[in-house]
Nanobody, 117 residues
Framework: QVQLVESGGGLVQAGGSLRLSCAASGGTFSRYAMGWFRQAPGKERESVAAIARSGDNSWYSDSVKGRFFISRDNAKNTVYLQMNSLKPEDTAVYYC??????????WGQGTQVTVSS
């Protein structure tokens, strides 16, 4: 099973950018589809973006489409989430997750993103 560690969160002003990274270890990274999720206080966890094993296909939630971009480097066992034009409503703990056969069953510990207005 793959282990995941997120990094890159922090405090940023509205309109700013952050890039999250998720480093994987302990498994064959290229066999996993990857996703980014977030959970704001008092809200349910929501899916933000996902990317196929080879990186040739991606998906975004409507709330981030055109502002966030997911990518992966299978040689570095890392998936990224480039977040641009950040809004206060993007404030949340962001998690990466790995899917081997259809469901996300490996999760990182999360990284806090706070966007100030």
């Amino acid at each position: 099973q793959v282990q995941l560690v997120e990094s890159g969160g922090g405090l940023v002003q509205a309109g700013g950018s952050l890039r999250l990274s998720c480093a994987a270890s302990g498994g064959t990274f290229s066999r996993y589809a990857m996703g980014w999720f977030r959970q704001a206080p008092g809200k349910e966890r929501e899916s933000v973006a996902a990317i196929a094993r080879s990186g040739d296909n991606s998906w975004y939630s409507d709330s981030v489409k055109g502002r966030f971009f997911i990518s992966r480097d299978n040689a570095k066992n890392t998936v990224y989430l480039q977040m641009n034009s950040l809004k206060p409503e993007d404030t949340a703990v962001y998690y990466c997750a790995a899917s081997y056969s259809g469901s996300y069953n490996q999760w990182g510990q999360g990284t806090q993103v706070t966007v100030s207005s």
